[in-house]
């Protein structure tokens, strides 16, 4: 993984994870569609800022923590 939107995908599932969450979980606490997602996790679409920071929020991280956490995997 190159850079920052090939990491987010994947820092995005860890977290997901991590809470032992669904995607579905996920999205309805993101305020997201579920195929939304299912495509971010996939790396098939790349969120907006306002996107991503929903995602921060729906999995308890500061965008900044979740954009740092992208930089150091």
Same mark, same amino acid.
């Given at each position: 993984m /190159? /850079?920052?939107s090939d990491r987010?995908?994947? *820092? *995005?599932r860890?977290? =997901?994870?991590?809470?032992g969450w669904s995607q579905e979980r996920l999205?309805?606490?993101a305020?997201? /569609?579920r195929s939304y997602v299912g495509e971010i996790e =996939?790396?098939?679409a790349?969120?907006?800022?306002?996107?991503?920071?929903k995602l921060a929020r729906a999995l308890e991280v500061d965008?900044?923590?979740?954009v740092a956490r992208c930089e150091h995997e």
């Open positions: /190159n /850079n920052l987010f995908p994947w *820092v *995005v860890q977290l =997901r994870h991590e809470r999205a309805e606490r305020n997201l /569609n =996939r790396g098939l790349s969120p907006s800022l306002a996107t991503a920071g965008l900044s923590a979740l």
